[in-house]
């Protein structure tokens, strides 16, 4: 166990920006995470594109403008739930706590748990870990809003970043998994994730969620395929960042973006379908892409759960329920747990 000034690993360059700010960044590009899994899986029968590729720079950028779209309740309603509950929130972070978020974005709702805690402690440690360098920026703002908060961020997979964590001597963890980002993994994978984020904590620590409720499938079609076409844009920019990286030539007026709400599994499945047939060249990975017209390449799933399968997921990962609040429409949900014995 170590403090955040000794914290390295082989795989990363650390950054610091001031003594209260630095950020790692893994050595070798993520370029060639990209590369091999493109790669993969656009080879296959059914072909797809793990949604971890959203989130390069323009990718980044049209997901926060999705989050403040009218269409998109989550992140508003997120907010309104963590902005009510800090009072109770706060009872039960008892002690000295160091602030974890995976997946942090911009930070815009860390900024309502940072508020109970740096009211508390004189000091805040806070590690964000988010897949996109968005963080570097977030972080700058969070640095000079907060003159007690010291910034350790990771820009890598979550993975990457509970090895971190894992790592930390710290009192007490508040480790926060906010804006249903668990919905985007299937079900069976979401309780191995919960597991690892279970082992990288310790008796005392504290794990918060924020997981989107099943709903009527108008709201939830619409939250995906906004008026604006935000979101297409947001789903079309994989197939520009395959052009800007690999080499592709992808033309995004020939496909077009797909989203559906599958009520039988409770999930938003988005796709792009090929408008034409295609033949497409990725020179990097000497990839021919062929797709028939109409050809789905799946993108996205999120899944929407109902509380008792929230509460059941996380039990079976080692957490145990301590308080579970919703909005008045139980469109979203928020969930505090403790490290439960496995
Ligand atoms: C990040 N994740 C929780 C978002 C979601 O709602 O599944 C990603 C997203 N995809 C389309 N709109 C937003």
Known sequence: MITRQKLATKNHRKIAITPRLC?????????????QEISYSLSQKKKFIHPKFFYDKAGSELFEKICSL???YLTRTEIEVLSSIKPELSKHLVGDFALVELGSGSSIKTRHLLEVLTTKQDDVEYYPIDISSILKDSSINLHD????????????????????????DHKCKLVAFLGS????????????FLKKIRSSMRKGDLFLLGIDLVKDAKILENAYNDSKGITANFNLNLLLRINRELGATFDTDTFEHVSIFNKKQKRIEMYLRSKVKHEIFVPKINLLLKLKK??????EY???YAIPQIKKMAQKAGFKPLQIWKDKKSYFAIALFSVDSL
């Open 23 to 35: 950020y790692f960044q893994p050595k070798n590009e993520l370029r060639s995470t990209i590369a």
């Open 70 to 72: 009218p269409e998109y």
């Open 145 to 168: 809003e907060y003159e007690n908060l010291k910034i350790t961020g990771i820009i890598d997979q979550y993975e990457k970043g509970l090895e971190f964590v894992r790592q930390l």
């Open 181 to 192: 980002s668990l919905g985007n993994f299937e079900p069976e994978h979401g309780i191995e």
């Open 294 to 299: 109409g050809e789905l390449i799946h993108t």
């Open 302 to 304: 999120s899944y929407k």
